[in-house]
């Protein structure tokens, strides 16, 4: 079965600086990953998504993420935090049910950035 | 303009009463889905429907019910609110869920019902 781990329930970081969230998979088969962001009081929203090729992949907002798989991560990045970007950030495995798709979400880093 | 929708966006209501939530979605999408985030921002999927079929029923209770009346929409009902069920409900849609094929599948969320039992 599938599984994601998010090690860091918090992250607190000024603005401007580096962040990286991390995210760590398991599973015995080919994986499609994300990172979905959830706003204060909002719906998630699509960050960026690993389905092949490139291991680094490029998302909205200047967010990107490279799929490692011998380590079994997907590492969320961003070289220059601003305040807009403090959220709630979920990595999702996507496991494949019988007969359909569905996400195995991690249990969520909420990104603080302070001034 | 919006892809996914829910209604209501906020609901209060008491322990024992039976309560609905809607959601459409204007992606043409064929697989629509039912999650539930906890108090302690757990996400988990409850149902999965392709092209108004039932797909996944994550051990869901049976006070919940959902119905698919058209594959643009995927109801959900809940009889005898109980505290516990306190939670968002997020629906979400892909283009395919049975594909196999990464882009049919990836989800796309609406902006969340958040359901207060007292």
């Known amino acids: 079965a599938q599984s994601v781990t998010q090690l860091d329930s918090q992250v607190p970081v000024f603005e401007e600086a580096p962040v990286e969230l991390r995210c760590n998979y398991s599973?015995?088969?080919?994986?499609?990953l994300f990172w979905y962001v959830q706003y204060p009081n909002q719906g998630l929203q699509l960050l960026l998504k690993?389905?092949?090729?490139?291991?680094l992949v490029k998302g909205i907002n200047g967010f990107e993420a490279e799929f490692n798989k011998s380590q079994t991560s997907f590492h969320l990045r961003k070289p220059s935090v601003h305040i807009s970007d403090t959220a709630e950030y979920f990595c999702a495995v996507s496991s494949w049910a019988g007969a359909t798709n569905k996400l195995i979400f991690g249990t969520g880093t909420l990104l603080a950035v302070q001034p | 303009d919006t892809a996914v929708s829910q209604t209501p966006k906020y609901l209060v209501t008491q322990m024992g009463n039976d309560k609905s939530i809607k959601c459409e979605q204007n992606?043409?999408?064929?697989?629509m889905y039912w999650y539930k985030q906890d108090s302690k921002k757990f996400l988990k999927i409850m149902f999965s429907?392709?092209?108004?079929?039932?797909?996944i029923n994550e051990t869901v209770p049976n006070r919940f019910s959902p119905k698919s009346p058209d594959k643009a929409h995927l109801n959900l009902h809940i009889n005898s609110l109980e505290l516990g069920d306190s939670a968002v409900y997020f629906c979400?849609?892909?283009?395919?869920?049975?594909?196999?094929?990464?882009?049919?599948?990836?989800?796309?969320f609406g902006p969340g019902t958040r359901l207060l039992v007292l």
């Open positions: 979400a849609s892909s283009q395919d869920g049975r594909t196999g094929r990464a882009n049919k599948e990836t989800q796309y």
């Open positions: 992606l043409g999408h064929d697989t």
């Open positions: 690993y389905l092949s090729g490139s291991t």
């Open positions: 429907y392709n092209n108004k079929e039932l797909i």
């Open positions: 599973s015995s088969v080919s994986v499609y």
